[in-house]
């Protein structure tokens, strides 16, 4: 979503707001695919008329933004999540762990202690009103809750070490990934194997019965959804391993690239089906 679908300031631009709810309702099935959480998917999409469910970070969580309920969680084993927790003390790490409790995704944090971590917090509770639990350690509520969920935030280089030893967790999958908005900052996020862009778009697939899915991205994590996709199209402004790979190359974000393809494919789609009628 955000580098694909949203602008630079991290919204949908008048246009995209108002082409795609025109699309949507003229029978386009339109979701999302994102790391972004709950809340923040929420706000951002509040304006569309979404007709189908999104799916949240990176495949962990499928949401239905109109029953407000959560259709599948891959949560992730008590154990592993303990031996990650171990890893981020041996190299002094700290981000973020989510979890699921009842009806509610938690967010927990331990400290903030780079400018990384405290621009995020700040961020997203000014922008989206979103809430934080702050506890002492997050291995108190392991057992509590369903833990889905973990990101860190650095410079990678300080992020590479720990990324070396998770690869040895074998039921675990990871992205590391730069971030759009911020230079030097890239997100490493932890969760389960059977948590991805590809099995949440095999989900929703089968559970709707679609015959063809067309994907777009823009990052490192869209290369599961790449995979899931009858087509898949990079936008200008994606990374160079995602372009080589993808079906095609569109316009950039800032320029509503995802919408504009949207309505040339949906303008060609109609003109066939008229002269197929003739």
């Not at 082409?19 to 309702?25: D, M, P, T």
């Not at 079906?247 to 309505?263: A, D, S, W």
Request: glycine share 4%; charged share 25%.
């Amino acid at each position: 979503m955000d580098g694909t679908l949203l602008n630079a300031q991290k919204e949908l631009s008048e246009y995209t707001q108002h082409k795609l709810n025109l699309l949507i309702q003229r029978g386009l099935h339109f979701s999302i695919a994102t790391a972004r959480t709950t809340v923040s998917v929420t706000k951002i999409m509040s304006t569309a008329h979404m007709n189908m469910p999104v799916i949240l970070m990176n495949g962990a969580l499928i949401y239905d933004l109109v029953a407000k309920q959560y259709l599948k969680i891959e949560t992730l084993a008590e154990s592993t999540v303990r031996a990650i927790i171990s890893l981020l003390r041996k190299y002094k790490l700290y981000g973020f762990m989510y979890a699921v409790s009842g009806k509610r995704l938690i967010t927990y944090y331990e400290k903030l202690d780079t400018t990384f971590l405290q621009n995020y917090y700040q961020e997203r509770v000014e922008r989206y009103g979103k809430t934080f639990d702050c506890i002492a350690d997050f291995s108190d509520n392991i057992r509590q809750d369903y833990v889905v969920y973990l990101t860190l935030m650095d410079e990678k280089r300080k992020l590479l070490g720990v990324v070396d030893e998770l690869k040895f967790l074998s039921d675990i999958d990871m992205v590391l990934s730069h971030d759009v908005y911020t230079e030097n900052l890239w997100y490493l996020e932890i969760y389960s194997k059977q948590a991805s862009k590809y099995n949440a778009v095999s989900y929703l697939r089968n559970r709707y019965d679609f015959t063809k899915v067309i994907g777009f991205g823009d990052n490192f994590n869209d290369i599961p959804l790449f995979k899931a996709c009858d087509e898949f199209y990079a936008v200008g402004n994606a990374i160079d391993e995602l372009k080589n790979i993808a079906t095609g190359v569109i316009e950039t974000n800032v320029k509503n690239g995802v919408t504009n393809f949207i309505l040339e494919r949906e303008g060609s789609f109609n003109q066939e089906c008229e002269e197929s009628q003739d």
